[in-house]
Every structure is written in structure tokens, then in C-alpha cells.
């Protein structure tokens, strides 16, 4: 019903910035809260920020905040993730995911009900 492609991952030295962009196919794109989660090797899959349909309301984990942004281009189906600031630790699989929620679970990969094939960042010291 959704399908999700990711681009922009890849090498950066700390400090450094990176934009990832999902791009999305459906005609209810803009019905959908989109996330961005993150999973690094050895480590459990976590929340980085999600974007509600409208775009209005956003939250972002603690570990990123003022780092990241996340927003969406509805008109496009698209939707991006800033990330300024990059620390090593920021170096993870990051992936994109869509679904249909309460806002009390948007920090919860189990509501989302598609997800995009993940894209490297690296981040050097």
C-alpha cells in the first residue's frame, strides 16, 4: 500500500551535516505520520524523530534534538531528515517509516506499519 525509498546516506566527518530524504508512493501520503529510526550493529532499533501527516507537530529523541530536523514536502511524498552536528555516535542504518497512530505511540517502531530498506551513515572522528 506504502512504499518508502531512501537516499542521501553516507561518509561525513564529525561535525559535519547529511540529509536523508524518503520518498513515498500512495495517494494518502499526507495521512500518514512519518518517522525516522535508526539501528546501529550490536544495538536495538530507536526512535529519532517523527513528523505528524500535516507536518504541524514534530519530536525528536534526546540524543538529537537540536541536531536534526525532520520535515516533509506533502506535494512531493516526501519526507527529509537534517542532520547537522554529526557526532561518531550518530553512525547507524537509518530508516524511514510510515503509519497511522495516537500520538502517544509515535515513539514505538510497532505502530508503523511500513519501512524503507535503510540507508548507512558514517560518521569519522
Known amino acids: 500500500q506504502v512504499q518508502l525509498a531512501e537516499s542521501g546516506g553516507g561518509l561525513v566527518q564529525a561535525g559535519g551535516s547529511l540529509r536523508l530524504s524518503c520518498a513515498a508512493s500512495?495517494?494518502?501520503?499526507?495521512?500518514?505520520?512519518m518517522g525516522w529510526f535508526r539501528q546501529a550493529p550490536g544495538k536495538e532499533r530507536e526512535f529519532v524523530a517523527v513528523?505528524?501527516?500535516?507536518?504541524?507537530?514534530?519530536y525528536y529523541a534526546d540524543s538529537v534534538k537540536g541536531r536534526f530536523t525532520i520535515s516533509r514536502d506533502n506535494a512531493k511524498n516526501t519526507v527529509y531528515l537534517q542532520m547537522n552536528n554529526l557526532h561518531p555516535e550518530d553512525t547507524a542504518v537509518y530508516y524511514c517509516a510510515a503509519g497511522k497512530m495516537y500520538p502517544s505511540s509515535w515513539y514505538s517502531s510497532s505502530a508503523y506499519n511500513y519501512w524503507g530498506q535503510g540507508t548507512q551513515v558514517t560518521v569519522s572522528s
Open positions: 500512495g495517494r494518502t501520503f499526507s495521512t500518514y505520520a
Open positions: 513528523i505528524s501527516g500535516s507536518g504541524v507537530y514534530t
